[in-house]
């Protein structure tokens, strides 16, 4: 493992030869200067706060993976605050929250769906229509066409998904 000031300056080193080019790439994704030149900083520090600089040949493809992977949390934050303001929307004034509450409440919605995305769709499925939908393995079974052991063993896999991300270090 290459010690901190060594890391420090392989992506020094990574950043100064690839800054541009990451910030192009996203401008490309995102459509706008500004926030390409965040998700580009914010790709940076993922790398370095990752600990350790991997040795690459094609270093471009790295960080095209890296910055993909923010470009597609900034999305889904985009889309999770849009849902957001929509539903309160319909709120009367006197039960609008707070601005901080409105931010804890972002966040918290955003970490529940970085946890979901580290699910395969039908393990997320079937736990969504259990813990939202509140419906019975049986009826999760019948409805997905699957046997009630497939569902449980399901909910097995996504609870012990849900407890490793929130609890392990």
């Known amino acids: 493992m290459a010690s901190s000031s060594t890391t420090h300056q392989m992506v020094g080193e990574l950043y100064a030869q690839h800054h541009s080019w990451v910030v192009q790439l996203l401008r490309r994704k995102l459509g706008g200067h500004e926030q390409a030149v965040d998700l580009a900083q914010d790709t940076f520090l993922r790398i370095l706060s990752s600990g350790s600089v991997p040795v690459f040949r094609e270093p471009r493809a790295y960080l095209t993976t890296v910055a993909s992977r923010l ?30 509450t409105r931010l804890l409440v972002l966040e918290a919605l955003d970490a529940v769906g970085q946890v979901l995305d580290g699910l395969g769709s039908k393990v997320r499925e079937i736990f969504l229509l259990s813990q939202l939908d509140g419906l019975t393995y049986p009826q999760i079974a019948a409805r997905m066409g699957l046997s009630v052991n497939v569902v449980q063993k399901a909910m097995l896999k996504a609870y012990r998904h849900c407890y490793l991300a929130v609890y392990a270090p």
Do not use: D, G
């Open 71 to 100: 470009c597609v949390q900034y999305f889904r934050r985009q889309a999770l605050e849009r849902a957001y303001e929509q539903s309160l929307a319909i709120l009367e004034p006197e039960h609008m929250p707070s601005p901080e």
